[in-house]
């Protein structure tokens, strides 16, 4: 029973990780259909700018998990990477937006 569990345990964790990036980036593309709301520049642009965020974030646990799968380190740092510059530049691209919508609505 035991050689059982040893066997899967390398696997289920990655199959988790790739599960739950898939299922950020469903949730990110849904969120951005939802656009089609009349709301307006700023708004659309917040909305998007999240849903693309999560998308790079889901994205890059799949990529993690198939390092992870494949023994493949270059892969793993390179999902790492990208998802960590690109998580930056949308959380300033972000702030910055929101900072600019509180000074127009004082």
């Known amino acids: 029973m035991l050689d059982q569990i040893a066997v899967l345990w390398p696997t289920v ?13 469903g949730l990110a593309i849904v969120r951005q259909i ?3 709301i009349p709301w307006s520049q700023t708004t ?24 992870l ?7 793993l740092v ?3 990477a990208v998802a960590g510059e690109e998580s930056f530049e949308t959380t300033w691209i972000i702030s910055t937006l929101e900072r600019d919508r509180r000074r127009r609505a004082s």
């Open 13 to 25: 964790p990655v199959v988790a990780l790739a599960l739950l990036g898939v299922g950020l980036v």
């Open 34 to 36: 939802r656009t089609h």
């Open 44 to 67: 659309r642009l917040l909305i998007w700018l999240r849903g693309f965020r999560l998308a790079i974030i889901g994205l890059a646990l799949v990529g993690v998990a198939l390092g």
């Open 69 to 75: 799968l494949w023994d493949q380190t270059w892969l």
């Open 78 to 80: 390179l999902s790492l």
